[in-house]
């Protein structure tokens, strides 16, 4: 990615920070920025056949694209890529556990809810992933997210056109109680991302 725009990036980032309620996990440190709020949409059953309805307060996950984009710089090979991703998601699932089991409210909190395109092998890391009904919402939030992949990517404007039919947008969501079994301060592996 060119200097320039990535430097560019990082100040929309500092004003998109400021604007929302995102919060950081460990900023600089950690791929996911949460907020609290309540789920909308359908029913969702998590791998441990936990329900997440309607309404229920969840943490809302966001991967920091421009802290990742700041990690791909130079990077061009599309394997690469996903490892890269994948290592940085194993480094901060138990940070982002802590976190969770930290806040004054997690008995409330049912699970971790988030909608990207890049889905595949999520479920080994305990995810589940559901399809999204495609109204306003959700067709704007793929048109930026395929702008993202086209400004991260080093051939991201090849690879959103031979991609366009692969990349559909999925939710990927996880029960509290799997989240904290498998990546909480009571797992003795929560350190290990081999």
């Known amino acids: 990615m060119n200097s320039s725009l990535l430097m560019l990036w990082g100040v929309w980032d500092n004003i998109y920070q400021r604007c929302t309620r995102l919060r950081y996990i460990e900023k600089g440190a950690n791929i996911f920025r949460v907020v609290p709020l309540r789920y909308r949409g359908e029913t969702l059953v998590t791998t441990d056949h936990k329900r997440i309805h309607n309404g ?67 479920q080994p890391l305990g995810f589940s992933i559901s399809d999204v009904p495609m109204n306003w919402f959700f067709r704007y939030k793929r048109w930026y997210l395929r702008l993202l992949l086209r400004i991260i990517h080093p051939d991201g404007k090849r690879r959103v056109q031979a991609w366009n039919h692969e990349m559909p947008l999925k939710r990927v969501y996880m029960s509290k109680e799997t989240l904290l079994a498998r990546y909480g301060s009571g797992n003795q592996t929560t350190g290990d991302t081999n």
Do not use: W
């Not at 991967?63 to 901060?92: E, P, W």
């Open 56 to 122: 229920d307060l969840i943490l809302k996950i966001h991967i920091h694209n421009y802290y990742f984009a700041t990690l791909c710089k130079g990077v061009k090979d599309d394997l690469k890529l996903a490892l890269l991703l994948r290592r940085h998601i194993m480094q901060s699932l138990p940070k982002l556990a802590h976190y969770l089991e930290t806040l004054e409210n997690k008995e409330d909190i049912k699970g971790i809810v988030g909608t990207t395109m890049l889905h595949k092998g999520v």
